[in-house]
């Protein structure tokens, strides 16, 4: 398995909180990812890095910001916890193209829950 | 923008049938297209890869072909087993610019396999 772990696993808070997910890789790759599962909407992309200080957005990022200081490390933010932010979250990582193959691994996800 | 169907919903078959789980994507420009498995409540396992210039790849009793131009991709397992019993999910990558290696995601087939 990719060296990959997110915490917490599992979190509730409260509407209106500051809410942040740990990302961490032990595989050195250059693209990490915030994906957030919902029923009905399969996987979307919150926020994604393609080295350290450089991000973007992704479908999904109203509500998130995200900041990577480190290779190793991907945060995700939610600046002000809101009940349609109850999700599961997955972390992925891959590697860029220029090095040839590009398989994502992820990590095993934090569900959150806003009341 | 990329979209993925992926078609059953859902399937449930006995022990022992060979399956054929589907996937389309809208463009064709894709670097390489990614198979997964997700277990409930857990992360999302890589099952098999498939480059832009690869027809197919085999990994034990699972098959993943690819056809390019008309924006499919077939995921075939053999011999069915209980524990094959999972949510399997297709993913395809964007060939670079400015997606810079981001999946999109079909929403899945949740497959049963009863004994």
């Known amino acids: 398995d990719a060296g990959i772990t997110q915490s917490p696993r599992h979190k509730v808070t409260e509407t209106g909180t500051p809410v942040t997910l740990r990302c961490h890789q032990t595989?050195?790759?250059?693209?990490m990812y915030w994906y957030r599962q919902d029923p009905g909407h399969g996987l979307r992309l919150i926020h994604y890095s393609y080295g350290v200080k450089d991000t973007d957005k992704g479908e999904v990022s109203d509500g998130y910001s995200v900041s990577r200081s480190k290779t190793e490390d991907f945060l995700l933010t939610l600046e002000s916890a809101t009940s349609s932010q109850t999700s599961v979250y997955f972390c992925?990582?891959?590697?860029?193209?220029?090095?040839?193959?590009?398989?994502?691994?992820f990590g095993q996800g934090t569900r959150l829950t806003v009341v | 923008k990329q979209e993925v169907t992926q078609i059953p919903a859902a399937l449930s078959v006995p022990e022992g049938e060979n399956l054929v789980l589907n996937c389309s994507f809208t463009?064709?420009?894709?670097?390489?297209l990614q198979w997964f498995r997700q277990d409930p409540g857990k992360g999302l396992t890589s099952l098999l890869l498939?480059?832009?210039?690869?027809r197919e790849q085999t990994s034990g009793r699972l098959n993943a072909s690819l056809d390019k131009s008309s924006g499919r991709s077939t995921l075939y397992i053999a011999a069915s087993q209980p524990g094959d019993s999972a949510t399997y999910l297709c993913a395809v990558r964007p060939w670079g610019g400015s997606t810079l290696g981001r999946l999109y995601f079909g929403r899945g087939t949740q497959l049963t396999v009863w004994p």
């Open positions: 463009d064709s420009a894709i670097y390489n």
């Open positions: 595989e050195n790759h250059r693209y």
């Open positions: 992925a990582i891959s590697e860029s193209q220029d090095r040839g193959v590009t398989e994502a691994f």
């Open positions: 498939i480059q832009s210039s690869q």
